[in-house]
């Protein structure tokens, strides 16, 4: 077996979207604030409170308005919660595995309270993480370079600094690239659309997954 290249994942974004059946525009009436109080009720044991939420209205197309929910103890790294007339979308940095049920559940009932006090139905789910992963013990350009055929290699001249691949399913789809500001790192990017169904753990455990996939197919070793 070929010796691991030691790895770990200096910088990670984990984004999620819910697309909604239909706009929740009468939820943003007269019961706005039932639905702000709702929301911000159901996080608050996670951490989220009255001075991290922002209601974003100066615009004029009604597809870019937001309540924003900012999680504030700690501010460090950074979640929020973003719901519109047409989605709802969580954003998190640096999640760690180990933090895994405790995020799901503060979404679990994030959701179940924009389910209810919004009356939202879902219609698919989105779920992308984007890493960025700092190389030990090799160049990134060898971990990457038997990822594509040799033809490959002489669509461009000169010397090829990092050979990167877009891979795209029918409702999935990857990118692996360089890194710009971590020097001898990589960037990848995993999607997946989901179906509206489909629990928040069972797109963890599917993400999960593909993460591994990802650090067994380069030869990666490290703590996901």
Known sequence: MPEKIKAEIAYSTLEYTAIFKKPIILAWGSSVNILIAAVLDALEPWGFRLDGVELKTHTEKLSEYAIVFRRSIPAAPSQSVALGFGKVSVTAENLDWTEAK???????????????????????????????????????????????????????????????????????????????????????????????????????????????????????????
């Open 102 to 224: 405790q995020f799901v559940a503060g979404q679990n009932a994030a959701l179940t309270a924009i389910r209810q006090a919004g009356r939202a139905e879902i219609q698919s789910q989105h779920l992308q993480l984007g890493m960025h992963i700092q190389l030990a013990t090799k160049p990134r350009k060898d971990v990457t370079s038997p990822l594509l055929n040799p033809a490959a290699f002489q669509l461009l001249d000169g010397e090829i600094k990092c050979p990167g691949i877009i891979l795209q399913g029918e409702k999935s789809h990857i990118v692996i690239d360089a890194s710009v500001p971590y020097a001898n790192g990589l960037f990848i990017r995993i999607y997946r659309e989901h179906l509206p169904e489909a629990s928040l753990d069972q797109l963890a455990e599917a993400l999960h997954k593909d993460e591994e996939q990802v650090f067994h197919v380069l030869g990666l070793e490290g703590v996901l």
